[in-house]
């Protein structure tokens, strides 16, 4: 620790000690010593969070309880109390620059492999791994699955625990992205709880899968069930994507199809995220689709940014430039400004939520274009996003690919920030 934070960590730690309880304790920035506000504190069996100086109180906080903490921005925190006297929980500045895998290139020892070396000779220091996939398949042996009556014939890591921990022992962050209401399998199973056509069918999406109903409280259970599972294998952050209803006119739901029960009901499955997953000291976030950050509506399939904000974690926007059909406002052609529609769609989001940029963690391109010109993303593209998201001060950003394939091109080649 540099003379100055250590100084300013004396100084903290004596006003705290002035004035906290015997139960008391304080979470503060490992390297500047300063008070983190508003961080989310798990002492034992209690969920609570701190106050805007970075103060806690606990009810009991006996010798040998473990202390959990965490706040955007920073790695996950856990040790065990020695003394009941004074918690001082030292939080590590983090920002995870990801790769994405999916249910077969977690799997797979060559796609996987390629991931790792990247990583291990760029500034890189996360995966975002598939635990429930597009088509609704987990990567391992799940009894979350089996819980939900459905039947597992997939399995492409064998001992999902251990490579967990080869992961960490490698410094990466990990987040477990979770598809939601998108899920075949289980459509097909209780085909009730589906979302269908107007002439009563199960209605499939251009993939050809089916989706279930986002207002049926029953069927969150089966993908809840599923983030505490990997919140428990040692995920640091669950994140759900295609957290949304399909964006197709002329369904039928369970309610009536309007706008304000849609945002309403995004916002009570993550309302239920958080109270299941608190306990496990993981981040919560949300996929959103890009052009949410514009639209003042839930852009019509329930994603209303002010919304979301309130109940995730990280913000996580798709800014791919292929899916900005109509570009942004000064920005007509999107092919020709990867910079400007990353910067500026996180400026947007940030100046209506009035959230810091430490809230976002984008999404971006890694692939050929498919809207515009099939233009390839190479270097400078993906060099771009990366400086656009970097200069509003993002928690870092994700790459996407759906084949997993992916090169150092626009990658700065580094050591990575480990957590």
Request: hydrophobic share 45%.
């Amino acid at each position: 620790m540099r003379p100055a934070a250590s100084a300013w960590l004396a100084l903290v730690l004596c006003v705290v000690v002035a004035h906290a309880s015997a139960l008391g304790g304080v979470v503060l920035d490992a390297e500047t010593g300063r008070p983190v506000p508003h961080a989310d504190i798990v002492v034992g069996a209690q969920v609570l969070r701190c106050d805007g100086e970075g103060r806690f109180d606990v009810s009991t906080a006996e010798p040998g309880v473990t202390v959990s903490a965490r706040a955007p921005g920073y790695a996950r925190y856990r040790a065990t109390v020695s003394s009941a006297a004074l918690l001082v929980v030292a939080l590590r500045p983090l920002r995870p620059k990801a790769l994405y895998l999916s249910v077969y290139g977690i799997g797979s020892a060559q796609l996987r492999g390629d991931a790792l070396k990247l990583i291990a000779e760029t500034e890189l220091n996360a995966l975002v791994i598939d635990v429930k996939g597009d088509r609704g398949l987990v990567p391992y042996a799940s009894a979350a699955l089996a819980a939900a009556g459905l039947t597992q014939t997939v399995v492409t890591v064998r001992d999902m625990p251990a490579l967990l921990k080869d992961l960490h022992a490698r410094g990466l962050y990990l987040i477990a992205r979770i598809v939601t209401f998108k899920d075949d399998p289980y459509a097909a199973a209780h085909p009730d709880r589906a979302v269908h056509d107007a002439q009563g069918k199960v209605w499939k999406d251009r993939e050809g899968l089916a989706w279930i109903d986002p207002f049926q409280r029953a069927t969150w259970e089966r993908t809840l069930a599923l983030a505490e599972e990997a919140a428990a294998l040692g995920f640091d952050e669950i994140q759900f994507d295609y957290l949304r209803f399909p964006d197709a006119s002329g369904l039928v739901f369970a309610e009536p199809d309007t706008e304000v029960r849609r945002t309403a009901a995004i916002a009570d499955f993550l309302d239920a995220a958080q109270r299941r997953l608190g306990r496990y000291n993981v981040f919560i976030a949300a996929d959103i689709f890009g052009y949410v950050a514009w639209n003042s509506n839930d852009t019509h399939i329930g994603q209303q940014l002010e919304s979301i904000a309130r109940h995730v974690d990280y913000l996580s926007p798709m800014l791919y430039p292929s899916g900005f059909s109509f570009g942004i406002p000064g920005h007509s052609d999107p092919m020709a400004a990867p910079y400007e529609i990353v910067q500026h769609s996180l400026q947007r989001a940030i100046d209506r939520t009035g959230l810091p940029g430490v809230r976002f963690r984008p999404w971006l391109q890694a692939f050929r274009d498919y809207a515009f010109d099939r233009r390839a993303f190479g270097e400078r593209e993906i060099r771009q996003q990366i400086d656009a998201a970097e200069s509003v001060g993002t928690d870092g950003w994700m790459l996407w690919n759906p084949g997993n394939r992916y090169g150092e091109g626009g990658l700065n080649r580094s050591g990575p920030d480990l957590p």
